[in-house]
T-cell receptor, first 109, second 114 residues
Framework: RKEVEQDPGPFNVPEGATVAFNCTYSNSASQSFFWYRQDCRKEPKLLMSVYSSGNEDGRFTAQLNRASQYISLLIRDSKLSDSATYLCVVERGGFKTIFGAGTRLFVKA | DADVTQTPRNRITKTGKRIMLECSQTKGHDRMYWYRQDPGLGLQLIYYSFDVKDINKGEISDGYSVSRQAQAKFSLSLESAIPNQTALYFC?????????????FGPGTRLLVL
């Protein structure tokens, strides 16, 4: 079993839709959590960090559930420009950063 | 100009050849990393360096070596390339202040080993 697992998708949604991705992690010692975005053939870029209290950045909301060991990303009012692969990233102590394989999102007009 | 640059951007080589991928950064970060990305897999850490004198193996270091020539430069070598090293390679940096560490990635090098 992979330490960080994501549904690979693709998720195909119309513009304006709300879409949510989940990511599960297996190591309960994991300390920090992030969502990165990767456009086709480009480098990953940080989208947002994920906190236990939940955090929001515009149309994006991230949540962490430590008890069930998953993080989520909610995108509201999807735009064409949101089409990308979303990478779940989990960091343990002693430097160990694990990247999920990513969830592909296609937003169509 | 980009903060993290990689050269070459694309490379085709033959089995058994030695090649070097280079990474430079202008962010002033202490920490640098090399990853490879294969279709359907997450980024896999090859090597990382917390400063010029500190080099550490990642999860898939076999067949690779690195050199940290300066704070700003971190190169990855494939001593004898093989076809299953065909992948997209990313260099990344982070500040190294501890706690949550945002990583900043270079544009990637596409390597094809024939």
């Amino acid at each position: 079993r992979k330490e960080v697992e994501q549904d690979p998708g693709p998720f195909n949604v119309p513009e304006g839709a709300t879409v949510a991705f989940n990511c599960t992690y297996s190591n309960s010692a994991s300390q920090s959590f992030f969502w990165y975005r990767q456009d086709c053939r480009k480098e990953p870029k940080l989208l947002m960090s994920v906190y236990s209290s939940g955090n929001e950045d515009g149309r994006f909301t991230a949540q962490l559930n430590r008890a069930s060991q998953y993080i989520s990303l909610l995108i509201r009012d999807s735009k064409l420009s949101d089409s990308a692969t979303y990478l779940c990233v989990v960091e343990r102590g002693g430097f160990k950063t694990i990247f999920g394989a990513g969830t592909r999102l296609f937003v169509k007009a | 100009d980009a903060d993290v640059t990689q050269t070459p951007r694309n490379r085709i080589t033959k089995t058994g050849k030695r090649i070097m991928l280079e990474c430079s950064q202008t962010k002033g970060h202490d920490r640098m990393y090399w990853y490879r990305q294969d279709p359907g897999l997450g980024l896999q850490l090859i090597y990382y360096s917390f400063d010029v004198k500190d080099i550490n193996k990642g999860e898939i270091s076999d067949g690779y070596s690195v050199s940290r020539q300066a704070q700003a430069k971190f190169s990855l070598s494939l001593e004898s390339a093989i076809p299953n090293q065909t992948a997209l390679y990313f260099c990344a940096t982070s500040e190294g202040t501890g706690g949550e560490e945002t990583q900043y990635f270079g544009p990637g090098t596409r390597l094809l080993v024939l």
